[in-house]
């Protein structure tokens, strides 16, 4: 399975995205997704997570209440909006797939992610 994300771009401070992650030659349908970003010179970090069926959602505290996961199998696709964007949300983010059935107790290692898309720039700045 390969991973496509977009829907980055440059927003002011306040403003809001929606960004989309779509898998093409293989199906998600039956695994946990996850949400990254990476700042220049910054360690990746986690950001949200999502079961397969969507009865369980995570977030870092750092996004919780401001950004929103979610996903629709039937379109092979997991979406992040945010929310209230801040000058330091700027980052690369990443939508990965995690190679763990229990994602309660993995979901924010990286390391527990076994496919990555190529990552979409949101840059917030006035």
């Known amino acids: 399975v390969q991973l496509q994300a ?16 779509a898998a093409e030659r293989g199906s998600i349908a039956t695994y946990h997704m996850g949400w990254f ?27 919780k209440g401001r950004f929103a996961v979610d996903r629709y199998n ?24 995690s190679h763990r059935s229990n994602l309660k107790n993995y979901y924010s290692d990286y390391l527990e992610y076994d496919v990555w898309g190529q990552g979409t720039l949101v840059t917030v700045s006035s």
């Open 6 to 21: 977009s829907g980055g771009g440059l927003v002011q401070p306040g403003g809001s995205l929606r960004l989309s992650c």
């Open 37 to 63: 970003r990476q700042a220049p010179g910054e360690d990746r970090e986690f950001l949200a997570a999502i079961s397969w069926s969507s009865d369980e959602k995570y977030y870092a505290n750092s996004v």
């Open 74 to 97: 039937a379109k092979n696709s997991v979406y992040l909006q945010m929310n209230s964007l801040k000058p330091d949300d700027t980052a690369i983010y990443y939508c990965a797939r």
